[in-house]
């Protein structure tokens, strides 16, 4: 349940809190998100996601390579959409489908 209430969290309010602190922009930098998660109460395990919906994917794949080196986020992303399909959540996630 709480992996559910977490990325549920991801998909509605992450995006409204990063406009809110740094306006409303295409995409954000990994220093805004990051700080946005954990300034925010989101929960840090989920950081990937938050990159992952909101930097480019130039960024995305320079701040994965180098936080996190053992994730491959094209699987990491199939997984989260198969946790999303198979509870029939979406919100802003819907991206993900992109």
């Known amino acids: 349940m709480l992996k ?3 990325i549920k969290k991801y998909g509605n309010q992450l995006l409204p809190k990063l406009q809110k602190r740094y306006g409303e922009q ?3 930098n990994a220093s805004q998100v990051r700080s946005t998660i954990y300034q925010c109460n989101f929960n840090p395990s989920y950081l990937p996601l938050g ?3 909101f930097l480019d994917s130039c960024a995305l794949n320079k701040v994965t390579a180098t936080e996190f080196p053992e ?3 094209r699987k990491y992303k199939q997984e989260i959409k198969d946790y999303l399909s198979d509870r029939k959540y979406y919100g802003y996630l819907k991206l993900l489908n992109l």
């Open 4 to 6: 559910r209430r977490a």
């Open 71 to 73: 994730l491959c986020m």
């Open 51 to 53: 990159y992952l919906l």
């Open 26 to 28: 295409t995409f954000y």
